[in-house]
Nanobody, 121 residues
Framework: QVQLVESGGRLVQAGGSLRLSCTASGRTFNRYDMGWFRQAPGKEREFVTAINWNGANTYYADSVKGRFTISRDNAKNTVFLQMNSLKLEDTAVYYC??????????????WGQGTQVTVSS
C-alpha cells in the first residue's frame, strides 16, 4: 500500500514558476515508477509527465516539454514537478500517481488527492 500526498499548488501569474511535491508513505517508494497527471474542469484527466523508479528515464507530454521537469528523491520518498513558464492552460488539479510511466491513468495503481494550480493573467 502506498499513500500519496501532493502539495505546492497555488495561484500563480502566467509566466511564473511553481514546484509541486508528492510525498509517499511506505518503504517501497523507490520501487515505483511515478507520474503526474492533471485535470481541468470539464476535461478528462491528462498525462503530464512520468519518471521511472530510479530517475533514469523521464517522459513528458508535448504540451509541457521544455517547461516542466520531473525529478525524485527516493531517500525522501518524494517526487517533484518543477513548472516554469506557466500558461493559463496549465490551470488544473494536479495528481501524482504510482505504478507506471504510461500516459494512461488506467496504468497507475495509487493516486494522491490532488493539488490545485491556478494560473492567472
Amino acid at each position: 500500500q502506498v499513500q500519496l500526498v501532493e502539495s505546492g499548488g497555488r495561484l500563480v501569474q502566467a509566466g511564473g514558476s511553481l514546484r509541486l511535491s508528492c510525498t509517499a508513505s511506505g518503504r517501497t517508494f523507490n520501487r515505483y515508477d511515478m507520474g503526474w497527471f492533471r485535470q481541468a474542469p470539464g476535461k478528462e484527466r491528462e498525462f503530464v509527465t512520468a519518471i521511472n523508479w530510479n530517475g533514469a528515464n523521464t517522459y513528458y507530454a508535448d504540451s509541457v516539454k521544455g517547461r516542466f521537469t520531473i525529478s525524485r528523491d527516493n531517500a525522501k520518498n518524494t517526487v517533484f514537478l518543477q513548472m516554469n513558464s506557466l500558461k493559463l492552460e496549465d490551470t488544473a488539479v494536479y495528481y501524482c500517481a504510482a505504478g507506471s510511466t504510461a500516459a494512461t491513468p488506467l496504468a497507475y495503481r495509487y493516486w494522491g488527492q490532488g493539488t490545485q494550480v491556478t494560473v492567472s493573467s
